[in-house]
């Protein structure tokens, strides 16, 4: 799968899923525009490091997908420094723990913004340029929080189960402009958002980390493995490419079987 000549923008990359499908895409051949909020000289090392082990253009923009200011510079700096964003990765996401009774009230707007509304905002600035081009790819990385429930996590299921819906909408709106919009519905994947998950079950059960991970997978994740941020960059390689092409508006779970039961 050649992504030759395609520039895309990976929100939230230096770490978990996002670095995973950011390398994905450079080796496939894509530029790719890394976001996060690393100190310059952390980012810099890994910008010209993936620069050189892929021989793609890659670039780096802090910013804060919260902040319009912030995400109107992600995509300004991507057009100035590829030409245009021709493949959008909404990858950023928070997640909060806690009962609905109990949820704090600032926590539920931070999830929803960061996990839905910004998302939205972003896909707004990029589709005019998509249309132009006749060519564009949005793959947001929702979750099996998108399709199901898990106590606990309201803010971040609401979030992502409009993330699906959002999805939806946007690949019917634009399906005649040579544009997709897909979501990818990790279940577990071992990142620093699910090694706090674990670290919590340690705790509260008073087992050691090992444990943590065995109880975490038996509970919902059948297949008793994680997925890795490479697979799931591979799966954004070929969504982004024209085999991909009329796929649109749907939502592809990679979760050892969780949501199959
Ligand atoms: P992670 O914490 O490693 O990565 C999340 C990234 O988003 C971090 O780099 C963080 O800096 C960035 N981020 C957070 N808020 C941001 C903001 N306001 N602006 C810009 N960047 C911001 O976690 P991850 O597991 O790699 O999560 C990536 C995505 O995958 C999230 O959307 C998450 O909901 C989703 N997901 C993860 C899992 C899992 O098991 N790890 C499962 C399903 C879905």
Redesign the pocket.
């Known amino acids: 799968m050649s992504l030759k000549g395609l520039s895309a923008v990976v ?8 670095l995973g499908v950011a390398e994905r895409l450079a080796a496939a051949g894509a530029d790719v525009m890394l ?3 690393r100190a310059p000289e952390q980012a810099e090392a890994m910008r010209a490091a993936m620069a050189t082990k892929y021989g793609t253009r890659i670039a780096y923009t802090a ?4 902040k319009e200011a ?1 995400r109107n510079r992600l995509i300004e700096s991507t057009v100035a420094a590829f030409g245009g964003v021709d493949i959008l990765v909404n ?5 909060f723990v806690s009962k609905v009774e109990d949820f704090p009230l600032d926590k539920w707007d931070e999830v929803i913004s ?2 839905l509304s ?1 998302i939205f905002h972003l896909i707004k600035l990029v589709i005019p340029g998509m249309k132009a081009r006749k060519r564009g790819r949005v793959i947001n ?5 998108g399709l199901i429930g898990s106590t606990k996590k309201a803010a ?1 299921t609401a979030a ?1 189960h409009g993330l699906v819906g959002l999805t939806k909408v946007v690949g019917l709106e634009y399906c005649t402009h040579g544009i997709t919009c897909n979501a990818i ?10 090694e706090r998950q674990i670290e919590a079950i340690a705790k509260e059960k008073g087992i050691s980390i090992d444990e943590a991970v065995i109880d975490l997978l038996s509970e919902k994740q059948p297949s008793l493995q ?1 997925a890795t ?1 490479a697979q799931l960059g591979g799966l954004a390689v070929f969504l982004a490419g024209d085999d991909a092409a009329q796929i649109n508006g749907t939502s592809i779970a990679m979760d050892g079987g969780w949501t199959a039961r």
């Open positions: 929100t939230g990359s230096t770490s978990g899923i996002g976001n996060g909020s910013a804060d997908m919260t912030d990858n950023a996401g928070i997640q960061v996990n910004s990385i929702a979750s099996v929080h971040y992502k519905c990790p279940g577990w994947v071992r990142t620093p958002l699910v994680f941020p």
